[in-house]
């Protein structure tokens, strides 16, 4: 990795000069260039230059926007990302299992959080983002025996709603943080799973055949029969169980025993008639006189793929047989699980073992004994629980520092060894509050600096079907860092050449650059503008968004660009309770809006991400103490502000539109008003 400077002519106000080198951090981006600046604008910011492997992105299922595909050549935005966890973190995958939070990749499917009615349930969700960084370390210990190594600026989801690692009672530190009077949220450690051992692999065939398949032999006329065969509609387990019989010298026929129908999978199964395989198979199933740990395991995950269900909560392995009955309740009270057998009169006597405990047992048996069928590992919709003994018994400084990763995931948050834990949203709180944060995070920009390349190859692959792009939704694609990489010049130029239609969401006011670009693509292809304008209050402004152009600033070039042929919606975001949502603030801007030649305006409500409520609200508490308790009112289900406020606001807004000329200002017609997201009272009234 190399680390240098970078002197660049000026641009935009910006002075020349670069800053000594930056320290090398060992960020997990091979080949990235570091740069620092001695300019205000970019004090203690440290941008990456990398070349990115694509950059024409789809934007994920669980996001709710009107739109598909996204460009975005920065990574940050004078807000910098709250590294979290030490690399060997196990978090919770979709698949049951688990995986190191230093090797997750975006795109991988784990589990999340999601208020549904009075619970909050766990839910599938994707990884987005992923970064690292070194920070001083903390370690976090709980009854159970979990350690969680993480930074101070890290939070889990505790009893008292989201906590900091560190934080102070006043001062510029004050935040919500653990102490031992905490217990946090989750279903408690995760169990290492098993070791890929001749007993194991033993133990695991004993299951799945004892209580699945047919083996034996039969004496005819004609001479002896040998058979084994094993069909399964789950093919995670007929395949492990194929593979450990060829390790251990069986090889089997793989056939369809039984194809799909309306009512019933497709079923697969595997069969050998062969003397040796029979005897091989009858000896590898033989139960041990003195079983070892990894045989168990094996034996435990073989009869749940076997014989096991998860239905509803419920866990079971049902049998008809003593042994095998007797050697699954050993093997659970072996590892300290508690279970019941049931006998609902069934047919052949068949009995169920109802393995007590919740959901932490259950996660504590898939993950020691690894079955191989996901389906039956699946906690989806389940609701979490407070049974684990997760009471915080300390949290201590280690007194270095680590390398220390974190994520972005559909839901804001993921499990890291069976706590809650919340991801980073520092990197796009802008989108939500139009605040710079930036003063209380690290500051951090990628730049993918061959994105102009990427767009014009992308675009050119035959699989690209001219689909819309949105630009500056997730990231300000105009920050002032684009004055000195000008990444959005030869973006614009390949849109333009593939005449592919795009639009981009902006409050800054180096587009103007661009104008003939602009202009050229316009000629070719649909174009939509828009920009985020709050309000015109420029005392309020310097308040809350110091680090972006004033409002005058961005209406001007709204003006311009109007001028210049393109009808410019603007996104009157966010409005602030008690702050810019009164008559006059409303009707001050509208107005302005409509004399800088808008064609269109959208009013949005302040939105409180976890992520970026707790530095608002500290913001709040300082400067306007007396709007606390308004907020902990409206704020106080989740992220978004009452159905009810939103509708009279956007009825305001409406009415100003319409006086002012407007006519296109309807809400309806233009974006669509998210759907508030609920979270739990605790949560807004801790952070609030």
């Known amino acids: 990795m190399r680390w240098e400077n970078l002197s660049a002519p000026p641009d935009e106000g910006i002075p020349d000069g670069a800053a000594p080198a930056a320290p090398p951090l060992p960020l997990a981006l091979p080949g990235a260039i570091a740069r620092t600046f001695d300019t205000p604008g970019f004090a203690g910011m440290t941008f990456y230059e990398v070349r990115a492997k694509s950059i024409i992105n789809r934007v994920p299922g669980e996001s709710r926007v009107p739109f598909e595909w996204t460009i975005n050549p920065y990574r940050g935005c004078s807000h910098a990302c709250v590294y979290c966890l030490a690399g060997d973190t196990p978090v919770l995958m979709a698949d049951g299992r688990t995986k190191p939070i230093s090797e997750l990749e975006p795109g991988d499917r784990i589990y999340g959080t999601e208020r549904r009615g009075a619970y909050r349930r766990y839910v599938v969700t994707a990884v987005l983002d992923k970064w690292s960084t070194v920070k001083p370390a903390y370690r976090v210990t709980l009854e159970d025996g979990t350690t969680l190594v993480a930074s101070g600026d890290h939070r889990f989801l505790s009893d008292r709603g989201w906590k900091y690692v560190t934080g102070t009672m006043a001062g510029a530190g004050q935040r919500p943080y653990l102490t031992t009077s905490n217990r946090l949220i989750g279903t408690g450690r995760f169990a290492a799973g098993p070791k890929d051992s001749t007993d194991y692999r033993r133990g695991y065939l004993c299951g799945m055949v004892r209580g699945d398949a047919h083996l034996g032999s039969c004496s005819y006329p004609s001479g002896k029969v040998h058979r084994f065969r094993l069909a399964l509609a789950d093919d995670e387990a007929l395949s492990r169980t194929r593979r450990f019989l060829s390790e251990a010298g069986v090889e089997t026929h793989r056939f369809s025993f039984m194809p799909v129908s309306a009512t019933r999978l497709a079923i697969t199964a595997i069969r050998t008639s062969k003397q040796r395989d029979i005897e091989a198979i009858t000896e590898l199933i033989r139960w041990p006189e003195e079983p070892t740990d990894d045989w168990r395991l094996g034996?435990?995950?073989?009869?749940?793929?076997?014989?096991?269900?998860?239905?509803?909560?419920?866990?079971?392995?049902?049998?008809?047989?003593?042994?095998?009955?007797?050697?699954?309740?050993?093997?659970?009270?072996?590892?300290?699980?508690?279970?019941?057998?049931?006998?609902?009169?069934?047919?052949?006597?068949?009995?169920?073992?109802?393995?007590?405990?919740?959901?932490?047992?259950?996660?504590?048996?898939?993950?020691?004994?690894?079955?191989?069928?996901?389906?039956?590992?699946?906690?989806?919709?389940a609701a979490l629980e407070g049974q684990a003994a997760l009471r915080v018994v300390s949290i201590e400084s280690l007194g270095l520092e680590l390398p220390l990763w974190d994520i972005t995931t559909g839901t804001g948050d993921f499990i890291a060894n069976g706590v809650v834990s919340h991801n980073c949203f520092a990197r796009n709180t802008h989108t939500y509050l139009d605040l710079d944060a930036g003063a209380d995070f690290d500051r951090k920009v990628i730049v993918k600096v061959n994105a102009g390349e990427l767009v014009r190859r992308e675009l050119a692959a035959p699989r690209w079907r001219g689909a819309h792009v949105a630009m500056g939704t997730n990231v300000d694609c105009y920050q002032r860092a684009e004055g000195r990489y000008r990444?959005?010049?030869?973006?614009?130029?390949?849109?333009?050449?593939?005449?592919?239609?795009?639009?981009?969401?902006?409050?800054?006011?180096?587009?103007?650059?661009?104008?003939?670009?602009?202009?050229?693509?316009?000629?070719?292809?649909?174009?939509?503008?828009?920009?985020?304008?709050?309000?015109?209050?420029?005392?309020?402004?310097?308040?809350?968004?110091?680090?972006?152009?004033?409002?005058?600033?961005?209406?001007?070039?709204?003006?311009?660009?109007?001028?210049?042929?393109?009808?410019?919606?603007?996104?009157?975001?966010?409005?602030?309770?008690?702050?810019?949502?009164?008559?006059?603030?409303?009707?001050?801007?509208?107005?302005?809006?409509?004399?800088?030649?808008?064609?269109?305006?959208?009013?949005?409500?302040?939105?409180?991400?976890?992520?970026?409520?707790?530095?608002?609200?500290?913001?709040?508490?300082?400067?306007?103490?007396?709007?606390?308790?308004?907020?902990?009112?409206?704020?106080?289900?989740?992220?978004?502000?009452?159905?009810?406020?939103?509708?009279?606001?956007?009825?305001?807004?409406?009415?100003?539109?319409?006086?002012?000329?407007?006519?296109?200002?309807?809400?309806?017609?233009?974006?669509?008003?998210?759907?508030?997201?609920?979270?739990?009272?605790?949560?807004?009234l801790t952070l609030l």
């Open 299 to 381: 034996f435990l995950a073989g009869i749940f793929d076997a014989e096991g269900s998860c239905s509803r909560g419920i866990f079971r392995i049902s049998n008809g047989a003593d042994d095998i009955l007797g050697h699954t309740a050993d093997a659970l009270r072996h590892f300290g699980f508690t279970s019941v057998l049931e006998d609902p009169g069934l047919p052949n006597r068949v009995r169920r073992i109802r393995l007590t405990g919740g959901l932490p047992e259950r996660l504590r048996f898939f993950h020691l004994t690894d079955p191989a069928i996901t389906r039956k590992r699946s906690i989806e919709g």
């Open 487 to 684: 990444l959005m010049p030869p973006i614009i130029e390949a849109l333009r050449d593939f005449a592919n239609p795009f639009s981009i969401l902006t409050k800054g006011t180096l587009i103007l650059r661009d104008l003939p670009l602009l202009r050229q693509a316009a000629e070719v292809t649909r174009v939509g503008l828009s920009f985020s304008v709050g309000f015109v209050d420029e005392e309020l402004w310097r308040a809350v968004e110091p680090g972006t152009p004033s409002p005058r600033r961005r209406l001007d070039a709204v003006r311009q660009l109007t001028d210049a042929g393109f009808e410019v919606g603007v996104l009157m975001a966010p409005i602030l309770p008690g702050l810019s949502d009164d008559d006059e603030s409303i009707e001050a801007t509208v107005s302005a809006v409509a004399t800088a030649g808008a064609t269109s305006v959208t009013p949005l409500a302040l939105h409180l991400r976890p992520g970026a409520r707790e530095w608002y609200a500290h913001w709040l508490a300082r400067q306007f103490p007396h709007l606390v308790p308004r907020y902990r009112q409206l704020y106080r289900a989740g992220a978004y502000a009452p159905q009810a406020y939103q509708r009279e606001l956007t009825a305001r807004v409406r009415i100003a539109a319409r006086r002012h000329g407007l006519h296109r200002a309807e809400v309806g017609d233009n974006r669509r008003l998210p759907e508030p997201a609920p979270q739990t009272p605790s949560e807004q």
